[in-house]
Each structure stands twice: as C-alpha cells, then as structure tokens.
C-alpha cells in the first residue's frame, strides 16, 4: 500500500523536528501505545496493545532512521509484527519552513501489510489510514503549539493528549463521511484494527532518532 | 423393464432428515473427554523459519500439547500425491511437491500451519496460540504468475531451477498449416482469476484413538472417506481395518473436500493417537480462505483459424497455470482445460502447451467445473470474437462447428485427466442448441424486444453459449446390497454425499430393480466400516460410476432373489414378478411371498448353506467405466445492465443440459440451480484478492462476495437424453454442468447488452467495478 500526504504544522522548522523525534510526545499522539524504546543508535522499539473482537494482541514495531539530515528530512524503515498480522515498509519524511512560521511535512512510502490486518481490514485501510495519520498530525500540531506558546510564555507546557476514546471518535467520524453502510460493529472494529496499523506505519515514520 | 422410479420427480428420502436438523454432520460429532485444537498459522505467504518458542503457550491453564514439525520429528512427513503422477514422455515434465503437515523450515502461502496447539476447549486453544512466538524472516514472494517464470524470481521450492512445476505440450492434427490455410486468425490474450468454493460448511475433523482396541474412528468432512482411511493408515503406521472413516452429511464439498490430504486430515488423527483422547477441529471461516484449496488462475495466449464462413480450422491454446504453492493434485486441472478448449466443435488441428506455475499462493485444487470453465471461457469467448469480425450471428456459428451426432465416439487425440485419450462416447448437440434457443426466445428478442428495449434507452442483451463436460471418470466405484428381515432394502456404497441426492437417486435405481418402495431402500454412504472399496464423490461422476455399480448390484440381488422364490413358491423364475415388497407368481396374486420372509429363509438357523452357495439375499457388485461419459448442454440469458451502476439484472436465465439418462429430473434440476448459482459467483462477483506479496486481502465473506437468493435468478431448465453407451443405465455426469460456461455467457451477454461501448472482455471474473473500468479504459483508448 502507498501512503503519501503532507501536512501544515502551525510552528517553526527546528520546534517540528524536535518533536517527531521525541519518543514521548509521539507516544501520547498515538492511542495505544505501551512503549517507545530507545533500543540503538537510530534504532526503535515500539509496542502497542490492539485486543478487539477478532483481531486482538501486542503489536511489535522495530524503527530504523537513516538518511537524517535535520532538520529536514528523514527515511524510516519498519517491521512491525504480532498477533493481527505484520507489516513492512519505508517512507521518507520531508519538513520543509514556509517562510510564514508554519512547516510544511511531506510523507511518502510504500508498506507491505499482511495476517488479518490485510485481509480483514483492506476495504477500509485506505480511509482509515488517511484519516489516522490527520488525527495523530492534529494531535502532534496541537503538542507543538502547546509547546510554542510555553516557551514564548516561558511557563511549562500544557497539553492534554487526545484519549483513545476521543481518538477513535475522530477517526470514526471521518469514516462515516464515507458512505460506508450501516454495519457499524464491523466498522468500528475495523477501524480499530485500522488504527493499529496506521499507528505503526507512522510510528515508523515520525519517530526517528 | 419397465420404470416406477427411475426418471420420475420422487421427493427426496434424506430431506425430512435434513431439514429437522436430525442429520449428523462433522460439527456434531461430541464424544466424552474431547480435546480442541487451534492452529497457528503464518501470517507470511514467503519465509524461512528461525525459531519457535512454545513455552508460555505450554503453561497457559487448560492447555494440553503444543506440536511443532520439531516435536513431530519424522511423523513431519509430505502427504501422498492425490493422483498418478503423469506418465514419463519425452514432453512431460512434472516437479512434485507436496506440503508437510506442520511446516519445518521454511512458510510457502499464508496460512501455512507451523504449530498445533491442544487444549480443553477452542478458546483456550486459540489464546495460547498467540502465546507462540515464532520467528519469521520474510522473504520476496511470488505472486504473479509470468514474473514467477522469470530467472531472478524467487523460488518457492530452492531445491528446483525454476518455479515451473510442470511442463507439458498436446498436439492434434496441424495447427500450423491450419493456421497458413485460414482466411482469418484471431489472436487474444485471456486471463481467468482465482476464486473459493466456499462451501457453507467448513472442513472439520473428530479422530477417536480407542487405545484398548487399537482402532481409530476419523469423521472427517470429506468428498472420499476410503482414500483418507487408507492414507491415514499407511501414514499412522496402522492396518486398513484398524481405521474407520466416516463422511457424514456435509454441507458443500465442491472438490476442496475431496482427497485432498490437508495438514490437518493427518495432524488431528495423529494427536489422537499421541494423547489417547478424542480430538476435535473446526475450521473457521477465515480458515477456510487461507487453509482450503482454490482454484481458476490461468493466462491464455490463444489463437483460433477460421474459414470465411466461420468453420474452425484450429486452436492454439498455450497457457500458464497457478498451481500454489504445491501441486499435490497433479495435472488434473490443467489437463481438463486442455481436453475442453476445444468445446463441443470438430476442431481438426489443436496445440496446446501447458505451464504448470509454483506462487506462494494457497494451494490450487479442483473445484466444480475444475479447469473445465477455463476451457469453456477460452472457446466460446474466441468464437463470440470471431463470429462479430466475420458478421455471424453467435449462435450460427456454434450450429456450424458443433460435432456431427455422426461422429460419435469422437477421439479427440489428445489425452485426458486420466491420461487416457479423450474420446467423447455420445452427444447430439444440435436439438440442445435449438430447445435453449426456443426456450430463451432468442429470434423474438434479437428481432423485437431488443430493439424496443434499445428504443428505450434500456442495455439489454442476450447470451447463448454452448459446453460439454466429460464425467463420470474411472477407476471405479462398488456397493453392497442386502435384503433386510424386516423387508427393507440396505445399500452400502462409498462414495460420500455433499447435497447431491443420493439417498434418493440411487434408491430409485434399486427400488425399480427389486420392486420395493423408494422409501424402503435405506443407503450407507461415506462410512468405511459400511463398504471400503473405492475412491469418492467428485468429477461429476456419482449417478454414474456409484450409479452404476449400484444397477449392477441391484441386478445380481435380482437374481437371487428369483432363484429362492422360484424354489419357495415352486414356479419358474420368468413367471415371477417383483412388487410393493412381495414376490407374485403372475396371474396367480395370492401365491407370493415378502422379501423379508425371503430374507430369513435365505439366512436360516438351523441347517445348511450348501456348497457352492451363500447366505443372504446380498451382492456386491462393481463398476468401472471404459472411459469417461461427457454431457453436453447450452446455457442462455438475458440480462439488463445499469449503466449508471454497471449492476446487471438477470431477466431470464435458460439451461438445456443432456447428461444421459435421467434418474431424477428433480434432483437434476437441483445441481443445476445450485450449478448456476456458482457460476454466477465465479462470473460476476467472486474473486480472491491477492497483493504482489501473494497477501490475500478479502479474507471475509463481508468483502469476497458471494452470490444470496436476490443476485441468483430463476432458471428454466430442458432436457434431452442422448444415454451414454458405457454404462447399462446410460448416464452421464451433471454435477458441474451448471458452473463451467456461466462466465463466458456473462460476458457474452455483456457485451451485447452495451453495443455502443463496443467492449471485448477477455478476462473472467467480472464485478460490476470492472466493466466499469472496462469501459473508461475503453472511452480513453
């Protein structure tokens, strides 16, 4: 599957930077998220615990950042596996400075998904995943401004992470603008499934070293 | 003689059974003690094993054993090939290679099986599978079918030089010359994709160790118990008569469920024997999508000659076939495409080279129609293409090729399935083509009603395609029949029955022999304890070997009883009638005796049998064919597309089918409903999803659509009878004739119903997603 996009981040270059490559800011954006490990030089590991209907378990992701050249650009190469399935891939993250104090992320890669997240949640995957990255971008953006503003103010910082619920709220009402019939058991456990992967792939992505 | 049963609608004996739920299958199987197992089953279609670690799924509460290939040891062994090997010829190369039950070094399709674990109950089991962890390192998959063929694919056996599984070229007449002779070649490239059978009931097995009797009772969801026994007895280590399998009722076998010695079949026998405990597995539905056998991928480079008037002169058919990851099932599908490319048409020169390909795909086995379809696809799509270059009417041109009724048998020159020449024994194709035609009302729609429809702005359109079905194969099929004290009539037989109706056609057979009533003749089919010659239910060909075996067997029961009534009643055999269950001396009714009361007579207490004679009025009787009958028939319809949706609207839905004589016209009909239903799904809805890492991604019956009551139409159904000469009843097989042509007639139909987007689809099976994309395609081009 290939997933690309980008996204506006409301703060500076070097303040974005920073925070995708801060394993515990990027653990709050992400739901689910038992661990983020420093494990090597440029190397990850991150555990998340999806356990819904039939596609529950730990799900493994091992992080490898190359390529780093900040506070520009990074690519990430993933292999995340457990009990709903794995998935493999690499991308590359670009932060380009708009001039205007916003940053401008662009993301692209290519991932192998495989087990019952493939099988089972492909008909959503694509919505799903797009509507993931947006929310955990937004819940990152909102982290930077936080951040942002504590430092202008020179107070610490306040921010409340988005809640699993909330998270998934979001997510289920990007997908209901879907059109996607009326069997909502199903999709509200697909799209957890959804958020599992999606949550990997951009772990992957962002969390670099 | 004359028939009270044969060929009448009797109403079927199993279904009071079947439809109060008081008929036994797999699932129902509950024996004190039982144990479940749950399997893990690689996520990876491609990759090397490195380690397992089993040691917290050992500990969870309730869990029994945990196998792996290591724990196994040398039990880990490949299962035995399904069928002959093909014969050693100068042009024949097959790659043999069969799967292990549990996998040892290296996952070569998702859903592989790598470790079994046992426990009190399927929960317990299913939460310690997860507890496994095991250590895959993927690896490149292969998943297109040329790119396999190419030297830098991967490999999925390293062992061979290529992914080529088997090799093999048919040649008849000239095609060459054909070719330089033809005033138009036609030249296409069709793609037929994978599909499920996806039967109602999923596969299940109970295996029964009864360790103080040194005896294993298997219930097994399979098309041919008296295989299985006999392979699970050579692979256990045990004698024939030490293992009982039993076929119960099944919900659907389709080919998946036949002989197909799954990890499974062999892994819940062995752990029985291992634990000494009853064990129990049921696959689950997502199971049943990466454990069961497929079917259907092929990529066709065909060519067919033709004179001006639409005569064929010949075709050249090479073409790739995606076997998955194993071939254990030999060449017996690609074999079928080749022995039915040809179609029902004297076709005077024929090549046809076939590739058989490895992927790390599930395996490919037969299922109903079984290479037969792609065969079908392939002809009838040619001769739409070429009866549209040369301005003839569809069905014109199938009247113009068909064989002459003349000709038959008609030797085709080539080998079959079976690697003996394919002859067609009978066939009269003209009178099927002209009731299908009548009964669809082809004149008056292409003349009124379409052009009214058109007027309309309506996208109606006809089909009418044409196919044969060679059935009823060897090597054999037997049963045993025994008057009853009680008078009425049992019958072993062991094949096993899926739907097909057994209970009753084969009832009928021996009711008309032995002048009972079709209620009183109670069969036991599919149990090896009951009757343990024989090779199963599938190729179409129950009613006619079993059928047959069955006559043979009624016939010699026939006989004893007339000998033992004409010494009872003192009269001559050929004054003695059988009827309602009494043997009458004609003319002189109150002279009778019951068959029962002829029963014990014939197993006396006291006394003796004499020399030379048996007790019991009972005979076991068997049947093999010479070769195979093959049935004909036309399917034909009428549809009407949606443009805005591309859904289509079946409006009338025509089969002509002689398959022989016909036992039961009912029952007939029946297979042939269902037949169509299937190949409703296999033409417009159903189709397996694969990524280029060989990942299925429609693993859901919510995503892998198939087809429910509102998308399957009526279907109006004709008969003739052209009673095939190689069996004393005269029938052929129809068990798959209502699957093999409907995609070609879908796309035949399609076609007509949208002229002005002038599409040639050449590629099987359709969605209403894909004539979409047909057509943008097209718009852009």
Known sequence: MKIDGEYLFKGPREEVWEIIRDPEVLATA?????????VGENEYR??????????????????????????????????????????????????????????????????????????????????????????????????????????????????????????????????????????????IIAIIVIIAVIAAIWISRTHGG | ??????????????????????????????????????????????ARLKSIDISAAQKRPGVVAVYTAEIMGDDCQPGPPLVSPPPTAKNVLFNSRRQVPLVIDKVRHAGETIAAVVAESRYIAEDAVED???????????????????????????????????????????????????????????????????????????ADWDAKNHHLTVWDTTQAPIPIRNGLASRLGLSEHQVRVIAPFLGGGFGPKMMMFYPEEMLIPWISMKLAKPIKWIEDRRENFYATTQERVQIHDVEMALTRDGRILGISDNFLHDTGAFDPYGLTIPLNTQSHAM??????????????????????????????????????????????????????????????????????????????????DSGNYLPVMEKAAKLIGYDQFVREEQPRLRAEGRHAGIGVVSFVETTGVGPYEGARITVQANGKIGVATGVGTQGQGHYTSFAQVVADQLGVDVRDVQLVSGDTAEFHWGTGTFASRGAVVAGNAIHESAKAVRAKILK???????????????????????????????????????????????????????????????????AFGVHAMILEVDVETMMVNIKKYVVVEDCGTILNPMILEGQIHGGVAMGIGNAFYEKLVYDDNAQLLNASLADYLIPSATEVPRIVVGHEETPSPLNSLGTKGAGEAGTIPVPALFAQALENALPEYKLEIVETPLSPNRVFELIQKKEKT
Not at chain 1, 108 to 121: N, R, T, W
Not at chain 2, 36 to 46: G, P, W
Not at chain 2, 394 to 417: A, C, G, L, S, T
Not at chain 2, 577 to 593: K, N, T, Y
């Open chain 1, 30 to 38: 992400l739901p689910g998220t038992k661990s983020l490990d420093k």
């Open chain 1, 46 to 187: 991150g555990d998340m615990n999806v356990k819904v209907g039939p596609v529950g378990g730990l799900f493994s992701g091992h992080l490898l950042v190359s390529n780093e050249v900040p506070p520009e650009s990074l690519t990430l190469t993933v292999d995340g596996r457990g009990s709903p399935g794995f998935i493999n891939g690499s991308g590359n993250v670009v932060l380009t400075d708009t001039g205007e104090g916003t940053t401008l992320m662009k993301y692209d890669g290519e991932v192998q998904i495989g087990g019952k997240l493939a099988s089972v949640g492909q008909r959503l995957l694509d919505t799903a995943s797009k509507s993931t990255i947006r929310q955990a971008l937004d819940a990152l953006d909102m982290a930077l401004q936080a951040r942002v503003a504590a430092k202008a103010e020179g107070k610490a910082v306040e921010y409340t992470p988005p809640s699993e619920t909330q998270f998934a709220a979001a997510v289920a009402k990007d997908m209901a603008g879907q059109a996607l019939s009326s069997r909502t058991l199903w999709i």
């Open chain 2, 1 to 46: 003689m004359a028939t009270k049963f044969v060929g009448k609608r009797v109403q079927r004996n199993e279904d009071p059974r079947l439809l109060t739920g008081q008929a036994l299958f797999v699932d129902d199987v509950d024996l004190a003690g039982m144990l479940h197992v749950a399997f893990l089953r690689s996520d990876y279609a491609h």
């Open chain 2, 132 to 206: 496994i962890i095991v250590d895959l390192e993927p690896l490149a998959a292969v998943s297109d079918l040329e790119k396999a063929l190419s030297p830098t694919s991967a490999r999925v056996h390293e062992d061979l030089d290529s992914n080529l599984a088997a090799h093999m070229v048919q040649e008849k007449g000239d095609y060459a010359s054909a070719r330089a002779n033809a005033d138009v070649v036609i030249k296409r490239r069709i793609t037929i994709d994978r599909g499920a059978a996806a039967a109602m009931e999923n596969r299940g097995i109970v």
């Open chain 2, 343 to 424: 179609g029902a048409y004297d076709v005077p020169n024929f090549h046809s080279e076939l590739k058989v390909v490895f992927t790390n795909k599930v395996i490919s086995t037969p299922i109903r129609g079984a290479g037969r379809p792609q065969g079908i696809y392939v002809v009838e799509r040619m001769l739409d293409i070429a009866a549209k270059e040369l301005g003839l009417d569809p069905v014109e041109i199938r009247k113009r090729n068909f064989i002459p009724p003349d000709k038959f048998p008609y030797e085709q020159e080539i080998i079959d399935q079976a690697f003996s020449q394919l002859i067609f």
């Open chain 2, 564 to 630: 033992l009534a004409s010494e009872t009643l003192g009269a001559p055999e050929e004054e003695l009638e059988l009827e309602d269950g009494q043997v009458r001396v004609a003319d002189i009714p109150h002279q009778s005796i019951s068959l029962g009361e002829l029963a014990s007579l014939a197993n006396p207490l006291r006394g003796a049998v004499e020399p030379g004679s048996e007790p019991g009025l009972e005979a076991t009787a068997y049947f093999g064919p010479k070769y195979g009958a093959t």
